[in-house]
């Protein structure tokens, strides 16, 4: 074994054949979006992060479960933090106290405080129960602002408050009530600290009022609300003015007619009507203790919405009516917004932003509202006003409310004007897929046309069409110059913005993306990926889309997305129309998408169903040729064959595949849709060469055992359903990732691994790690294997030979990995040339690496150094661990967090892979394992090159004269 | 091997008739806090340049946890229970070294105090022995220190045109002065006083070549070691003919530095 410190200086030296990113290709080559997710409207606020400035800045939680800053004058992220480490389905809670320098989150069983201005980290505890509200308590006997934390224990069936020091997140009190009760929310004012619950059966809820002490956390009283059976859920309470000076609790019978409210710590109910036909409500109140007790209840119909406005008297707690705004046609959304004790309203509808004080309903102030069409309409805000005093009575106010849309954008409107837009719907994406820019549709129909009719009528047709290609001629001779100025400077080729047209590297290609929330985008990969639409295939109203496939038909220029819920949406791929559309259904239908070849179409995607079956196909001309590997419901494979019979293609169950008991599958890696190989062996140091095994019909299985800690890969013929190879790891944790990938002939998987080694040395390894198989076709070198030459070999009926079947020779090395890593994929280029690299996803630096070949190469010699024909061979010395050379961080310094999944596409230029990653982050990018061989980079110094010929030439007409003239004169001098 | 020791513990504190304190403790597993704190150090001075996203892990079988940057620069783990951990720093701009942390039930408990974990840490290699520890990270004010191995860079530094890198290569710097020497000769020539001048067409005739170094080397002198002829002498003849020795003596002089030329020249 190497010393330590040798094995990573070699380490450290190792990479440096890998490629980095040059300062000067960032942006040019690469794109990200840096998301948030969706702002959650009780999550999201505005704060002042510095006690004694004004600049405040705009906090929100979102759905996907980051937490983040964004500076609301130009809307770039100052600092983000993904909560739990894996995205959410929403919910959390986040506050900030005012005048405080720190943010509280919790989400899960965890409590966060954060740094208002850096995101750094103030303290954070976990706790066993689940947190189901979170408040600040602004008045404490102490300067301090503390926090309140409700937690529902479920293991004790308690509900527990616990009072958290504002300063270190210590404990101050806790208070503890064993019952049965839903634990809702918790709520506080000067002097009391509320606890509401539900208690009763869920027929009919009352809701249950605990009032504590704030010093101390015991129980001062306890008051039951009857809510004559309204209430059948948490979700039908509504919860409002947390921290105001008279806090409330609201709730609506189930028909909306009526809206009943308490003041805390009474024990009266207040009932108020509600207009006709609402069909929701929500209710916005202000934050602060030193704000009117002034709240506003938004009530929508299915056309409009309008809103009525409520004082609390803080003496009597009796609840009136102050006034009301009246019903607007169209969506609409409401916020609140408080300095001192005034209270504003912000009214945002599909025309207007209107601004109304909570006293009198006069209009403050009204802006034109101008959202560009395709970023919907506003859906939930948050506003920030600020009134200056003007001369005498003219007050001015400036509004800023951040907006979301009912198209998943997130919008900050300044005084009716759009000051920016985040596209923060992208995050959550579940499918992802590269497409070609479709061909314009005249040329492959009139080139279809010339092939179809006799040769002379072909010609006059393209002479004909040639000579009315030649209008484009003058734009095309008055693009030269800026298109020669551009390649010279080295700027991007400015004659394709604007429009979609294919270049000659295969770079400019369209990614779409569809997320969960039911939207899909098209970006534009060479134009530092910008959004070109983006459309909402369905409204799921809160449910998640389940995308089994996403599938690119280039020829007809549409992607089709097949859900597991029965739905199917076929989109253009260059403008987002929706060409066809079936809804999804309330149940889950499917389990993933099978993509088979058809006649005319050229492939097709099949639905298969839970059961692992897909069915006979009734369409004609549709019988799939390949295996399709399904999951079967007994948690193992079925290949799945069908058979043509008349215009019914019938299924049969191949084979099947079953583990052993305890077994389970943890994750299957297929081949790459493209996956080209460029040479069927490996020539050796010694000339002689290796001859890989490509079977495209293989798969590889990772089934963990959880009682046992052990991690078998499979390597399966999918014909057959023979298993080709086995491989048994020990020590294998479950729970952590466990990832494979496979190309051409060899497969990666890594996993957590901590076990002994079984030779004598007694030596054990814990860590992350990667296993790399090679597969070859025999041993030996200049071998074949038993098959030799034979041109054709089935799977099936292999048997000529005593042997069985041919299994392939594997060669197997495992690396310590320096972080774990996960979304594994391999590039792809065209032909299969340029070597190829794993790409990878490092949760810990939420960077993605891309980890060369060369180095996870079986055959590399284990402690000896490599012979003179091995280092021919491009042969490292083996040394067990990999760190990861920042060189080799194809994101470099960017942070992309919440990478879900990579995809990769060739390029038409050999040494290029196009990358894309999603999840949270979108991030695109180009990787060149081989380096870029067949193009010129940016480092090809054009102005240099120009300026080196320039210089030679005005050399040369310089000197030329002189050179002759000297020649002439010593022709004419006598000799010495 | 852990799952035994708890056990130990659980029916060690039982016979003490603590008998809610020995449930809760027999229900729930010993818990700590670990504290690591990154260091200011040389390489690393403001320490609030590190991003808000750095933070560290704690990795070992069925158990991973996270703790993020804090604004006094420490990573603060609570509810650790025994094992032996990985420990990981996770930052955008700066490599820590691995460690590893072991945290282990005291040998003696005594009393009927909630048993206090023993944390050790010490360096680890990966790739190597899990047992093979280097350093120990000594705990100081129950904090360990992480250390930093050095700041990341991502990106490839291309190599520029640049005139000066190209004057620097002798082979230029040779031609350049050959070059310099071409062309200023004739001036230098035309610049001599007529005595010179003369004494230095009278070598001309003689010896071209010869005129042509001396010329480089100063005031038109040969240089007294010039005359010297080498291949002469290593055939062991004396002198033959002019021309063979002018021709041997200009190689000579071409090799040595022209600084050498103040001396006059002797006449042949």
């Known amino acids: 074994?190497?010393?330590?410190?040798?094995?990573?200086?070699?380490?450290?030296?190792?990479?440096?054949?890998?490629?980095?990113?040059?300062?000067?290709?960032?942006?040019?080559?690469?794109?990200?979006?840096?998301?948030?997710?969706?702002?959650?409207?009780?999550?999201?606020?505005?704060?002042?992060?510095?006690?004694?400035?004004?600049?405040?800045?705009?906090?929100?939680?979102?759905?996907?479960?980051?937490?983040?800053?964004?500076?609301?004058?130009?809307?770039?992220?100052?600092?983000?933090?993904?909560?739990?480490?894996?995205?959410?389905?929403?919910?959390?809670?986040?506050?900030?106290?005012?005048?405080?320098?720190?943010?509280?989150?919790?989400?899960?069983?965890?409590?966060?405080?954060?740094?208002?201005?850096?995101?750094?980290?103030?303290?954070?505890?976990?706790?066993?129960?689940?947190?189901?509200?979170?408040?600040?308590?602004?008045m404490t006997e102490n300067e301090r602002k503390d926090v309140l934390v409700l937690f529902d224990e479920d293991k004790t069936h308690s509900t527990v408050l616990r009072r958290l020091s504002g300063d270190d997140g210590r404990v101050v009190w806790e208070f503890k009530d064993v019952t049965k009760d839903i634990p809702l929310q918790v709520s506080n004012n000067v002097e009391k600290v509320f606890v509401i619950s539900l208690w009763g059966t869920p027929a009919a809820y009352n809701l249950k009022v605990t009032v504590l002490d704030t010093l101390t956390g015991k129980r001062v009283d306890e008051l039951v609300i009857g809510t004559k059976g309204d209430v059948h859920g948490k979700e039908d309470v509504m919860f409002v003015g947390a921290n105001s000076a008279a806090p409330i609790v609201a709730w609506t019978d189930a028909a909306h007619k009526h809206l009943r409210v308490n003041v805390l710590g009474t024990k009266t109910r207040q009932e108020f009507m509600l207009p006709d036909d609402t069909v929701s409500i929500e209710i916005h109140a202000p934050h602060l203790v030193q704000s009117q007790p002034h709240f506003l209840v938004h009530s929508k119909t299915a056309t409009g919405n309008r809103a009525d406005v409520y004082h609390v008297d803080l003496k009597t707690n009796v609840i009136t009516k102050a006034y009301d705004l009246p019903l607007l046609a169209g969506p609409g959304a409401f916020s609140t917004s408080s300095s001192g004790a005034n209270v504003y309203f912000a009214r945002v509808t599909e025309e207007e932003l209107i601004l109304v004080s909570s006293a009198s309903h006069g209009v403050l102030k009204r802006w034109p509202l101008k959202i560009e069409a395709g970023k919907g309409s506003a859906v939930h805000g948050v506003s920030e006003v600020v009134k200056k005093?003007?001369?005498?009575?003219?007050?001015?106010?400036?509004?800023?409310?951040?907006?979301?849309?009912?198209?998943?954008?997130?919008?900050?409107?300044?005084?009716?004007?759009?000051?920016?837009?985040?596209?923060?719907?992208?995050?959550?994406?579940?499918?992802?897929?590269?497409?070609?820019?479709?061909?314009?549709?005249?040329?492959?129909?009139?080139?279809?046309?010339?092939?179809?009719?006799?040769?002379?009528?072909?010609?006059?047709?393209?002479?004909?069409?040639?000579?009315?290609?030649?209008?484009?001629?003058?734009?095309?001779?008055?693009?030269?110059?800026?298109?020669?100025?551009?390649?010279?400077?080295?700027?991007?080729?400015?004659?394709?913005?604007?429009?979609?047209?294919?270049?000659?590297?295969?770079?400019?290609?369209?990614?779409?993306?569809?997320?969960?929330?039911?939207?899909?985008?098209?970006?534009?990969?060479?134009?530092?990926?910008?959004?070109?639409?983006?459309?909402?295939?369905?409204?799921?109203?809160?449910?998640?889309?389940?995308?089994?496939?996403?599938?690119?038909?280039?020829?007809?220029?549409?992607?089709?997305?097949?859900?597991?819920?029965?739905?199917?949406?076929?989109?253009?791929?260059?403008?987002?129309?929706?060409?066809?559309?079936?809804?999804?259904?309330?149940?889950?239908?499917?389990?993933?998408?099978?993509?088979?070849?058809?006649?005319?179409?050229?492939?097709?995607?099949?639905?298969?169903?839970?059961?692992?079956?897909?069915?006979?196909?009734?369409?004609?001309?549709?019988?799939?040729?390949n295996t399709i590997v399904t999951r079967n419901p007994q948690g193992g494979l079925n290949g799945i064959v069908f058979t043509a019979d008349g215009d019914v293609a019938r299924e049969s169950i191949a084979w099947e595949f079953s583990l052993p008991k305890g077994q389970h599958i943890a994750n299957i890696a297929t081949r790459p849709s493209h996956d080209v190989v460029a040479s069927i062996g490996r020539v050796l140091g010694d000339r002689t060469v290796k001859y890989k095994y490509l079977n495209p019909n293989t798969i590889v299985v990772a089934a963990t055992d959880d009682d046992a800690s052990t991690l078998r890969v499979y390597l399966l013929d999918t014909v057959s359903g023979q298993i080709l190879s086995v491989a048994k790891h020990e020590g294998v944790d479950a729970e952590k990732p466990i990832e494979c990938a496979m190309a051409e002939n060899w497969f990666v998987c890594t996993f957590f691994g901590q076990y002994t080694f079984q030779d004598d040395s007694a030596q054990s390894i814990k860590g992350y790690q990667m296993v790399v198989s090679d597969l070859y076709e025999s041993d030996e070198a200049n071998d074949r294997g038993p098959l030799g030459d034979a041109p054709n070999s089935s799977s099936l009926g292999p048997i000529d030979n005593p042997l069985g079947v041919v299994l392939?020779?594997?060669?197997?090395?495992?690396?310590?990995?320096?972080?774990?890593?996960?979304?594994?994929?391999?590039?792809?280029?065209?032909?299969?040339?340029?070597?190829?690299?794993?790409?990878?996803?490092?949760?810990?630096?939420?960077?993605?690496?891309?980890?060369?070949?060369?180095?996870?190469?079986?055959?590399?010699?284990?402690?000896?150094?490599?012979?003179?024909?091995?280092?021919?061979?491009?042969?490292?010395?083996?040394?067990?661990?990999?760190?990861?050379?920042?060189?080799?961080?194809?994101?470099?310094?960017?942070?992309?967090?919440?990478?879900?999944?990579?995809?990769?596409?060739?390029?038409?230029?050999?040494?290029?892979?196009?990358?894309?990653?999603?999840?949270?982050d979108v991030f695109g990018t180009r990787v060149a394992p081989s380096f870029l061989f067949d193009i010129l980079g940016k480092g090809f110094n054009k102005v240099t090159l120009i300026g080196t010929v320039l210089a030679i030439t005005a050399g040369v007409v310089g000197l030329g004269p002189m050179v002759r003239s000297k020649q002439i004169n010593m022709r004419w001098q006598a000799p010495m | 091997m852990q799952l035994s020791l708890l056990a130990l513990f659980a029916g060690a504190l039982l016979p003490l008739g603590l008998s809610t304190a020995a449930a809760a403790a027999a229900t729930e597993v010993p818990q700590t806090s670990v504290t690591f704190r990154i260091p200011a150090t040389q390489h690393l001075q403001n320490l609030h340049t590190l991003p808000a996203s750095t933070h560290a892990t704690l990795s070992t079988f069925h158990k991973t946890l996270s703790a993020p940057l804090s604004t006094s620069n420490t990573f603060v783990f609570r509810n650790v229970t025994a094992g032996s951990y990985l420990v990981d720093f996770h930052c955008a701009t700066h490599m820590f070294a691995p460690l590893r942390l072991d945290v282990s039930p005291p040998v003696d408990d005594h009393g009927g105090k909630a048993p206090k974990l023993v944390l050790k840490a010490w360096e680890t290699f990966r790739g190597n022995d899990w047992d093979n520890k280097g350093e120990a990270v000594p705990l100081r004010d129950d904090v360990f220190d992480a250390r930093l191995l050095g700041a990341k860079s991502y990106f490839m530094e291309r190599s520029k045109f640049n005139v000066l890198s190209i004057l620097k290569n002798p082979m230029i710097l040779l031609g350049l002065v050959s070059m310099a020497i071409f062309i200023g000769m004739p001036y230098l020539v035309d610049n001599m006083d007529p005595e010179m001048r003369a004494e230095w067409d009278e070598r001309q005739k003689t010896n071209p070549m010869n005129g042509i170094m001396g010329a480089a080397s100063g005031q038109g002198g040969a240089n007294p070691v010039g005359n010297f002829d080498v291949a002469a002498f290593l055939a062991g003849s004396s002198k033959k003919s002019d021309n063979a020795s002018a021709t041997s003596s200009a190689t000579l002089e071409a090799a040595s530095t022209p600084s050498g030329g103040k001396g006059k020249g002797k006449k042949r």
């Open chain 1, 808 to 920: 392939p020779s594997v060669v197997s090395k495992s690396f310590i990995l320096g972080a774990p890593i996960s979304a594994l994929q391999v590039t792809q280029t065209r032909q299969g040339i340029s070597s190829r690299q794993v790409l990878a996803y490092l949760p810990g630096t939420h960077g993605i690496v891309g980890i060369p070949r060369i180095l996870l190469e079986p055959r590399r010699p284990a402690g000896r150094d490599p012979t003179p024909a091995e280092m021919e061979e491009g042969l490292i010395k083996y040394s067990p661990a990999i760190e990861f050379d920042p060189k080799s961080i194809v994101t470099h310094e960017r942070d992309v967090i919440g990478v879900q999944k990579i995809i990769t596409s060739p390029a038409i230029v050999e040494s290029t892979s196009l990358v894309l990653a999603y999840g949270i």
């Open chain 1, 1 to 138: 074994m190497l010393p330590p410190q040798l094995s990573a200086l070699l380490l450290l030296a190792l990479p440096s054949a890998v490629r980095a990113v040059f300062q000067d290709e960032v942006g040019h080559i690469d794109y990200h979006y840096e998301l948030l997710g969706v702002p959650q409207q009780e999550t999201t606020f505005f704060h002042r992060p510095r006690r004694d400035e004004k600049a405040s800045l705009l906090y929100t939680l979102s759905d996907v479960g980051v937490l983040g800053a964004v500076n609301p004058k130009t809307g770039v992220v100052l600092w983000r933090q993904l909560l739990n480490g894996s995205i959410t389905e929403g919910g959390g809670f986040a506050r900030a106290g005012e005048g405080e320098n720190w943010v509280a989150s919790a989400l899960g069983k965890s409590v966060h405080a954060w740094d208002a201005v850096n995101g750094r980290n103030k303290f954070w505890t976990d706790f066993d129960g689940e947190v189901k509200d979170l408040e600040i308590m602004e």
């Open chain 1, 389 to 625: 005093d003007g001369p005498g009575a003219e007050d001015s106010f400036a509004i800023r409310s951040a907006i979301v849309t009912n198209s998943d954008e997130w919008l900050l409107v300044r005084n009716g004007e759009v000051s920016w837009t985040r596209p923060e719907g992208m995050t959550g994406a579940v499918a992802a897929a590269f497409a070609e820019i479709p061909e314009s549709e005249e040329l492959a129909k009139s080139l279809e046309q010339e092939a179809h009719s006799n040769p002379l009528e072909a010609y006059i047709h393209r002479v004909k069409r040639h000579i009315h290609d030649l209008q484009h001629l003058p734009a095309y001779l008055n693009s030269i110059p800026t298109r020669l100025l551009s390649s010279v400077l080295g700027t991007d080729v400015t004659s394709t913005e604007g429009e979609l047209v294919r270049d000659s590297f295969g770079f400019h290609k369209l990614a779409i993306i569809a997320t969960r929330r039911g939207m899909v985008y098209g970006l534009d990969v060479a134009n530092s990926g910008k959004i070109l639409w983006n459309t909402r295939a369905f409204d799921l109203n809160g449910g998640r889309w389940n995308v089994t496939a996403a599938h690119v038909n280039d020829t007809s220029g549409q992607i089709a997305f097949r859900g597991s819920n029965g739905d199917f949406v076929v989109l253009k791929t260059d403008t987002g129309e929706v060409s066809y559309w079936n809804p999804p259904g309330p149940e889950v239908l499917a389990q993933s998408a099978a993509i088979v070849d058809h006649d005319e179409l050229g492939t097709l995607s099949l639905p298969v169903r839970l059961d692992g079956k897909i069915g006979d196909l009734q369409q004609p001309g549709v019988v799939p040729r």
